[in-house]
């Protein structure tokens, strides 16, 4: 295989797959490979990458990371779990992907780690210092107990925070203190604790602010987000205007929430274990810090000459002695009052306005530096490892970066002398470990020249001659000592230090240089000059507190105050100095640097693309600036001195091995081999490459570009062939597949066919079969009939000849019997003809009588004996006889039935009581009188006479008529009176007794006529079958004045057989009843004559009655 080489738009073109950070890299992920290698690369490099959103770029195993200022989504769960036990180049330059590493070798190779953070304000070193700490607890164990050490880990920032930092000119979240975190672990890699050490808190910035800067978060987060109930607690007022100490021209700002930030922090407080008493003493303190600042003095002049000072308004002494509970005489006494305690001698001066007002800020400066110390002591506690186990330590440390500002004083100073340390720490450890690994592998390297500080370190820390040892050495001189003092000795000791500027000095370099105040020194700093008012240096290195304050404070009753002075205490009086604040930081600064060269460094170099903390601006001079500073050039080149690339050898074999056919697709022997054989077979030049002891290392960027084209093309290829085999081989499993199916197909179509034929076949055989049964069945079934009807003609025949047979053996039967019987009567005769020959003589005169006789009796025996049982029921109606048997009985056989008749009605009327008798007597009277007389007659016989249809006797309304009869009533009954007058009818009561006949009133019961019996003489009435009767009066008698009666009745048969009894049996007399269709009435005078015609059928079965005139009255009987 040969060298091609080609061109970057190719390059970029091809780099598709994300593997590695060389795929889809934006400009150079590793500065290493940059070609060529100088500062404008560099740079457009950064910001190509800073424009497509990659902020972290390495060199080599250092992270650059430039502040975006904006929240880009890089840091999601989802890339945690990407950059998760991923090899350091593996993927795209990541912070994440250092934290990765460094816990991973702490875990697996149990090497302690350092993460140090470096860049200047506002870089992003806090930030990036979280997004390692919550890196490494995402990746780390887990379960409820660790969980926990983590939160706590976790949840102490937002409290060092909020204490500890500050909004500056250059970042508005600015740490004002430097802060190193010992994580540790268990040999599992779990969190146990942590150990925080924190370096100089700028606590003058309690007292006074620069120009847009603001006082620590703390301050402004309580006015903001305490409640009105607890800012009255801590005597606070919510107006920030209120507080001399709080700069009010940035009080507030932008983006950032102190209220919601206040609730952060009380809950990060109470998640890392603070007791409610603890925070409730924290902010107390904060308060009474806030309002010692609003203690103003004014001057008094005592007689002696003196000047005094005075607390011009007492209140605020007063709320600030009840909130710390000092006695307020004993605070007072201390602003005005100064004591020197010298060789058992006490001398008390009284302070002048100004040292009343230096003490009073002092005090507040010490009490708010102390606090945030016991505050990082009591967190501490809190986070320590519980168990004494040995433990893994990942340090993380976030400094304040370097800083310039307009005045710059001796906190300034102190921060860049640590910016100094760590450079060179930096410097030696990064160049340390370069060199080390040359050794180990066995690869020779040539020096590269850069810039060592420690010339820088040198002039500040020398124990003889350095800044920090003149300050000392002034603070400690006894004599009067100023800040101008201190420079002029600096003057003489530093002045022919390169590094090192004053006007004063006697060097005459910068004589001259106006731009060089007097009262300042200037100091070239390894990223930049810096000039140092000299002005505060001796008072803040002494950082002196009058003893009266802080025996005031230990009086206090409160008891977090008590407690941050110790030295207070009268009892524990101790006349030595307390060391200065130089000489404590320079020996804290030593201790940490040692503590990072026991450890492996990992480096993230924060960046700061511009000045204005805004996005998406790359300000190029700026970048420079802290590229050169940083030697981040020099670092590359030093990376590169050597070689530019270095790897493994088996992640090598693994990513090139298919450029050359002996390695691919496997290679059996050892890596080495295998990276020999490849280098070998692709030609690259000897000088290219040399071989370590685990690692090739490439002498150039090219080389490596060149090979990563080699396999982007070999990628290409391979891509091809797998797609060529793919294709092939999908179609030719297409094909098989079709053909299979075509098969499967034409066999499942086969068979149908031969379904259906087999179907066909089928259906015709059965057809066919059908009909040959069908044709075998009807053969049978003729032969059968045939059969049948053979058989029943034999049948026939048989009977035929069988009733033949019969019929003639009946004939000579009967013909054998008519014979015997001939012969019998033959012979009968002949024996009656021979008896009677031989008897004749003996009986010839009466025998032909006495048998004539006996004949005669036996028949008639046989006759009744018969009849006996022959004789019909005795029903009287039975109409039923048996017939005559012989002739001659029929005259007897009549008078037999007759006899029989009489006898059963005998029988029957046997039975009946008086009663029945009485009515059958009446029945047969009326039997006698109108038996086919007239026609209404048939109709009554079966009707019972019941006599009394009215029930006089019972009926209330009748009570006067039964009263006027005394006598028995045989009829009573309603009947129907006609009027001569017109033939209309009018209701009466028939009333017949023993002795009369009576008609009264139907409604009333009156009785309209009584005629006696006697003077009845005729009832009339018609054939036909109506109710109409006349009852006839004797002429003359009393009742006949009105004339006869003309009444009609339904009962009409019973009436005049009754009428006609009663007059029988009372008068002797038979009724005279006359049965014509025409008779005469006597009415009065008149005599008219009733005549009953067929009349039409007009008014149903009622006859009606019409005077015709006169002498006519005409009755229409239908
Ligand atoms: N990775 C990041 N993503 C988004 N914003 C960031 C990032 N890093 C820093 N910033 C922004 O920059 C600001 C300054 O960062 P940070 O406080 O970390 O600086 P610093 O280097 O710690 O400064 P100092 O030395 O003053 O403490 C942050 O408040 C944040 O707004
Ligand atoms: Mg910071």
Same mark, same amino acid.
């Given at each position: 295989?040969?060298?091609?080489?080609?061109?970057?738009?190719?390059?970029?073109?091809?780099?598709?797959?994300?593997?590695?950070?060389?795929?889809?890299?934006?400009?150079?992920?590793?500065?290493?490979?940059?070609?060529?290698?100088?500062?404008?690369?560099?740079?457009?490099?950064?910001?190509?990458?800073?424009?497509?959103?990659?902020?972290?770029?390495?060199?080599?195993?250092?992270?650059?990371?430039?502040?975006?200022?904006?929240?880009?989504?890089?840091?999601?769960?989802?890339?945690?779990?990407?950059?998760?036990?991923?090899?350091?180049?593996?993927?795209?330059?990541?912070?994440?992907?250092?934290?990765?590493?460094?816990?991973?070798?702490?875990?697996?190779?149990?090497?302690?780690?350092?993460?140090?953070?470096?860049?200047?304000?506002?870089?992003?070193?806090?930030?990036?210092?979280?997004?390692?700490?919550?890196?490494?607890?995402?990746?780390?164990?887990?379960?409820?107990?660790?969980?926990?050490?983590?939160?706590?880990?976790?949840?102490?920032?937002?409290?060092?925070?909020?204490?500890?930092?500050?909004?500056?000119?250059?970042?508005?979240?600015?740490?004002?203190?430097?802060?190193?975190?010992?994580?540790?672990?268990?040999?599992?890699?779990?969190?146990?604790?942590?150990?925080?050490?924190?370096?100089?808190?700028?606590?003058?910035?309690?007292?006074?602010?620069?120009?847009? #800067?603001?006082?620590?978060?703390?301050?402004?987060?309580?006015?903001?987000?305490?409640?009105?109930?607890?800012?009255?607690?801590?005597?606070?007022?919510?107006?920030?205007?209120?507080?001399?100490?709080?700069?009010?021209?940035?009080?507030?700002?932008?983006?950032?929430?102190?209220?919601?930030?206040?609730?952060?922090?009380?809950?990060?407080?109470?998640?890392?274990?603070?007791?409610?008493?603890?925070?409730?003493?924290?902010?107390?303190?904060?308060?009474?810090?806030?309002?010692?600042?609003?203690?103003?003095?004014?001057?008094?002049?005592?007689?002696?000459?003196?000047?005094?000072?005075?607390?011009?308004?007492?209140?605020?002494?007063?709320?600030?002695?009840?909130?710390?509970?000092?006695?307020?005489?004993?605070?007072?006494?201390?602003?005005?009052?100064?004591?020197?305690?010298?060789?058992?001698?006490?001398?008390?001066?009284?302070?002048?306005?100004?040292?009343?007002?230096?003490?009073?800020?002092?005090?507040?400066?010490?009490?708010?530096?102390?606090?945030?110390?016991?505050?990082?002591?009591?967190?501490?506690?809190?986070?320590?490892?519980?168990?004494?186990?040995?433990?893994?330590?990942?340090?993380?440390?976030?400094?304040?970066?370097?800083?310039?500002?307009?005045?710059?004083?001796?906190?300034?100073?102190?921060?860049?002398?640590?910016?100094?340390?760590?450079?060179?720490?930096?410097?030696?450890?990064?160049?340390?470990?370069?060199?080390?690994?040359?050794?180990?592998?066995?690869?020779?390297?040539?020096?590269?020249?850069?810039?060592?500080?420690?010339?820088?370190?040198?002039?500040?820390?020398?124990?003889?001659?350095?800044?920090?040892?003149?300050?000392?050495?002034?603070?400690?001189?006894?004599?009067?000592?100023?800040?101008?003092?201190?420079?002029?000795?600096?003057?003489?000791?530093?002045?022919?230090?390169?590094?090192?500027?004053?006007?004063?000095?006697?060097?005459?370099?910068?004589?001259?240089?106006?731009?060089?105040?007097?009262?300042?020194?200037?100091?070239?700093?390894?990223?930049?000059?810096?000039?140092?008012?000299?002005?505060?240096?001796?008072?803040?290195?002494?950082?002196?507190?009058?003893?009266?304050?802080?025996?005031?404070?230990?009086?206090?009753?409160?008891?977090?105050?008590?407690?941050?002075?110790?030295?207070?205490?009268?009892?524990?009086?101790?006349?030595?100095?307390?060391?200065?604040?130089?000489?404590?930081?320079?020996?804290?600064?030593?201790?940490?640097?040692?503590?990072?060269?026991?450890?492996?460094?990992?480096?993230?170099?924060?960046?700061?693309?511009?000045?204005?903390?805004?996005?998406?601006?790359?300000?190029?001079?700026?970048?420079?600036?802290?590229?050169?500073?940083?030697?981040?050039?020099?670092?590359?080149?030093?990376?590169?001195?050597?070689?530019?690339?270095?790897?493994?050898?088996?992640?090598?074999?693994?990513?090139?091995?298919?450029?050359?056919?002996?390695?691919?697709?496997?290679?059996?022997?050892?890596?080495?081999?295998?990276?020999?054989?490849?280098?070998?077979?692709?030609?690259?030049?000897?000088?290219?490459?040399?071989?370590?002891?685990?690692?090739?290392?490439?002498?150039?960027?090219?080389?490596?570009?060149?090979? #990563?084209?080699?396999?982007?093309?070999?990628?290409?290829?391979?891509?091809?062939?797998?797609?060529?085999?793919?294709?092939?081989?999908?179609?030719?499993?297409?094909?098989?597949?079709?053909?299979?199916?075509?098969?499967?197909?034409?066999?499942?179509?086969?068979?149908?066919?031969?379904?259906?034929?087999?179907?066909?076949?089928?259906?015709?055989?059965?057809?066919?079969?059908?009909?040959?049964?069908?044709?075998?069945?009807?053969?049978?079934?003729?032969?059968?009939?045939?059969?049948?009807?053979?058989?029943?003609?034999?049948?026939?025949?048989?009977?035929?000849?069988?009733?033949?047979?019969?019929?003639?053996?009946?004939?000579?039967?009967?013909?054998?019997?008519?014979?015997?019987?001939?012969?019998?009567?033959?012979?009968?005769?002949?024996?009656?003809?021979?008896?009677?020959?031989?008897?004749?003589?003996?009986?010839?005169?009466?025998?032909?009588?006495?048998?004539?006789?006996?004949?005669?009796?036996?028949?008639?025996?046989?006759?009744?004996?018969?009849?006996?049982?022959?004789?019909?029921?005795?029903?009287?109606?039975?109409?039923?006889?048996?017939?005559?048997?012989?002739?001659?009985?029929?005259?007897?056989?009549?008078?037999?039935?007759?006899?029989?008749?009489?006898?059963?009605?005998?029988?029957?009327?046997?039975?009946?009581?008086?009663?029945?008798?009485?009515?059958?007597?009446?029945?047969?009277?009326?039997?006698?009188?109108?038996?086919?007389?007239?026609?209404?007659?048939?109709?009554?016989?079966?009707?019972?006479?019941?006599?009394?249809?009215?029930?006089?006797?019972?009926?209330?309304?009748?009570?006067?008529?039964?009263?006027?009869?005394?006598?028995?009533?045989?009829?009573?009954?309603?009947?129907?009176?006609?009027?001569?007058?017109?033939?209309?009818?009018?209701?009466?009561?028939?009333?017949?007794?023993?002795?009369?006949?009576?008609?009264?009133?139907?409604?009333?019961?009156?009785?309209?006529?009584?005629?006696?019996?006697?003077?009845?003489?005729?009832?009339?009435?018609?054939?036909?079958?109506?109710?109409?009767?006349?009852?006839?009066?004797?002429?003359?008698?009393?009742?006949?004045?009105?004339?006869?009666?003309?009444?009609?009745?339904?009962?009409?048969?019973?009436?005049?057989?009754?009428?006609?009894?009663?007059?029988?049996?009372?008068?002797?007399?038979?009724?005279?009843?006359?049965?014509?269709?025409?008779?005469?009435?006597?009415?009065?005078?008149?005599?008219?004559?009733?005549?009953?015609?067929?009349?039409?059928?007009?008014?149903?079965?009622?006859?009606?009655?019409?005077?015709?005139?006169?002498?006519?009255?005409?009755?229409?009987?239908?």
């Amino acid at each position: 295989m040969k060298w091609r080489i080609l061109t970057s738009e190719e390059k970029m073109a091809k780099m598709e797959v994300k593997t590695s950070l060389l795929d889809n890299m934006i400009g150079v992920g590793d500065m290493v490979l940059l070609e060529p290698l100088d500062e404008d690369s560099f740079i457009n490099n950064l910001k190509k990458r800073y424009d497509h959103n990659e902020v972290y770029t390495y060199i080599g195993s250092v992270v650059i990371s430039i502040n975006p200022y904006r929240s880009l989504p890089i840091y999601t769960p989802e890339k945690v779990e990407e950059y998760r036990n991923r090899n350091f180049y593996e993927l795209s330059p990541h912070i994440f992907a250092l934290s990765d590493e460094a816990y991973r070798s702490l875990r697996d190779q149990d090497k302690d780690q350092c993460i140090l953070i470096t860049g200047e304000s506002g870089a992003g070193k806090t930030e990036a210092s979280k997004l390692v700490m919550s890196y490494v607890a995402a990746v780390c164990g887990k379960g409820a107990e660790v969980n926990q050490v983590k939160e706590q880990l976790l949840q102490s920032n937002p409290v060092l925070e909020a204490f500890g930092n500050a909004k500056t000119v250059r970042n508005d979240n600015s740490s004002r203190f430097g802060k190193y975190m010992d994580i540790e672990f268990d040999f599992k890699g779990d969190p146990l604790g942590g150990v925080i050490s924190n370096y100089l808190l700028e606590k003058s910035r309690v007292v006074k602010q620069p120009r847009g #800067e603001r006082n620590f978060h703390i301050f402004y987060q309580i006015l903001s987000g305490a409640s009105e109930d607890f800012l009255c607690k801590l005597k606070l007022e919510r107006d920030f205007s209120r507080y001399n100490y709080l700069g009010l021209d940035s009080a507030k700002v932008n983006g950032v929430d102190d209220a919601a930030n206040f609730r952060t922090v009380r809950n990060a407080m109470q998640i890392v274990g603070f007791m409610d008493h603890e925070t409730q003493s924290v902010f107390e303190v904060v308060a009474a810090v806030l309002k010692l600042g609003n203690i103003e003095f004014k001057p008094e002049s005592r007689v002696n000459g003196l000047d005094e000072s005075k607390i011009k308004d007492k209140n605020e002494l007063k709320e600030i002695c009840e909130l710390t509970g000092i006695d307020q005489s004993v605070l007072e006494r201390a602003f005005s009052f100064r004591t020197v305690e010298a060789k058992q001698e006490k001398v008390s001066t009284t302070l002048n306005v100004a040292q009343a007002y230096y003490a009073r800020d002092a005090l507040a400066k010490n009490l708010y530096s102390r606090l945030f110390s016991w505050l990082v002591t009591r967190i501490n506690e809190s986070i320590k490892a519980q168990t004494k186990v040995r433990k893994k330590v990942m340090g993380v440390l976030d400094i304040y970066g370097f800083e310039i500002f307009e005045d710059n004083s001796f906190e300034q100073f102190i921060i860049n002398y640590c910016n100094e340390k760590l450079q060179q720490i930096f410097i030696e450890l990064t160049l340390k470990e370069e060199q080390e690994e040359y050794i180990r592998e066995g690869i020779e390297w040539t020096h590269i020249e850069y810039f060592n500080n420690a010339i820088i370190c040198d002039l500040i820390e020398n124990n003889q001659t350095g800044i920090l040892a003149m300050l000392d050495e002034e603070c400690l001189r006894p004599g009067t000592v100023t800040d101008d003092t201190f420079l002029e000795k600096l003057n003489q000791v530093c002045a022919t230090h390169q590094h090192f500027e004053s006007r004063m000095s006697k060097c005459s370099r910068f004589l001259n240089d106006t731009s060089l105040p007097h009262s300042c020194f200037r100091i070239q700093h390894y990223a930049g000059k810096v000039m140092y008012q000299v002005e505060g240096f001796v008072d803040k290195n002494n950082d002196l507190l009058y003893r009266d304050l802080s025996q005031a404070m230990w009086k206090a009753s409160h008891s977090l105050i008590k407690a941050l002075f110790p030295e207070g205490n009268p009892t524990k009086i101790n006349l030595k100095r307390p060391p200065t604040a130089g000489s404590q930081f320079k020996a804290s600064v030593a201790t940490l640097m040692k503590n990072l060269q026991t450890k492996n460094p990992n480096y993230i170099r924060c960046i700061k693309p511009n000045d204005k903390k805004a996005a998406h601006i790359f300000n190029d001079a700026l970048v420079c600036h802290q590229i050169r500073y940083l030697g981040l050039l020099e670092n590359v080149r030093v990376r590169r001195a050597g070689y530019a690339f270095r790897q493994a050898y088996e992640p090598c074999l693994e990513r090139y091995k298919m450029l050359c056919k002996q390695t691919w697709p496997h290679w059996r022997g050892p890596a080495r081999a295998g990276v020999e054989v490849l280098f070998n077979e692709l030609e690259i030049p000897e000088e290219e490459f040399s071989f370590g002891r685990s690692k090739i290392f490439i002498r150039n960027p090219r080389t490596l570009f060149k090979l #990563e084209d080699l396999r982007k093309q070999r990628l290409e290829d391979l891509a091809t062939l797998i797609e060529k085999i793919y294709r092939g081989w999908k179609c030719r499993t297409r094909f098989l597949l079709m053909k299979k199916s075509q098969i499967v197909i034409a066999s499942w179509y086969r068979r149908y066919a031969q379904q259906k034929k087999y179907q066909k076949i089928k259906n015709s055989a059965v057809i066919v079969q059908s009909y040959i049964r069908g044709w075998k069945a009807r053969k049978l079934l003729r032969e059968l009939k045939h059969q049948k009807r053979c058989n029943e003609a034999a049948t026939i025949i048989a009977a035929y000849w069988h009733g033949t047979q019969a019929r003639r053996e009946l004939k000579r039967l009967k013909e054998e019997a008519r014979r015997k019987h001939a012969v019998a009567v033959i012979w009968a005769y002949w024996l009656g003809l021979k008896v009677r020959r031989e008897y004749r003589k003996f009986f010839r005169a009466n025998a032909g009588r006495k048998i004539y006789e006996f004949t005669l009796q036996r028949l008639m025996q046989k006759y009744f004996l018969e009849m006996k049982n022959k004789v019909p029921s005795l029903s009287p109606i039975d109409k039923n006889w048996p017939a005559r048997p012989y002739l001659f009985l029929d005259s007897t056989h009549k008078e037999l039935k007759r006899i029989f008749h009489l006898w059963r009605c005998k029988k029957y009327r046997d039975q009946f009581t008086d009663q029945q008798k009485l009515i059958y007597e009446e029945k047969l009277e009326a039997s006698e009188l109108f038996k086919d007389k007239k026609a209404l007659y048939p109709a009554s016989v079966g009707q019972p006479f019941q006599g009394a249809y009215l029930e006089i006797s019972k009926n209330p309304k009748y009570k006067k008529l039964k009263d006027a009869v005394d006598e028995k009533i045989i009829i009573a009954e309603v009947v129907n009176k006609i009027n001569r007058a017109n033939g209309k009818a009018t209701s009466r009561i028939f009333l017949l007794t023993k002795n009369n006949v009576l008609l009264a009133d139907q409604k009333s019961g009156n009785i309209k006529s009584e005629v006696p019996l006697g003077d009845v003489t005729k009832v009339s009435m018609s054939s036909q079958n109506d109710g109409f009767f006349a009852v006839h009066l004797k002429e003359g008698s009393g009742a006949a004045g009105k004339g006869d009666f003309l009444l009609s009745s339904d009962h009409l048969i019973e009436m005049a057989t009754k009428l006609y009894r009663t007059t029988l049996s009372q008068t002797k007399q038979k009724l005279n009843i006359e049965i014509s269709d025409e008779f005469l009435v006597q009415f009065r005078q008149d005599k008219v004559c009733v005549k009953f015609i067929q009349g039409s059928q007009k008014n149903g079965n009622i006859p009606t009655c019409k005077r015709k005139n006169n002498r006519l009255l005409e009755v229409a009987v239908p």
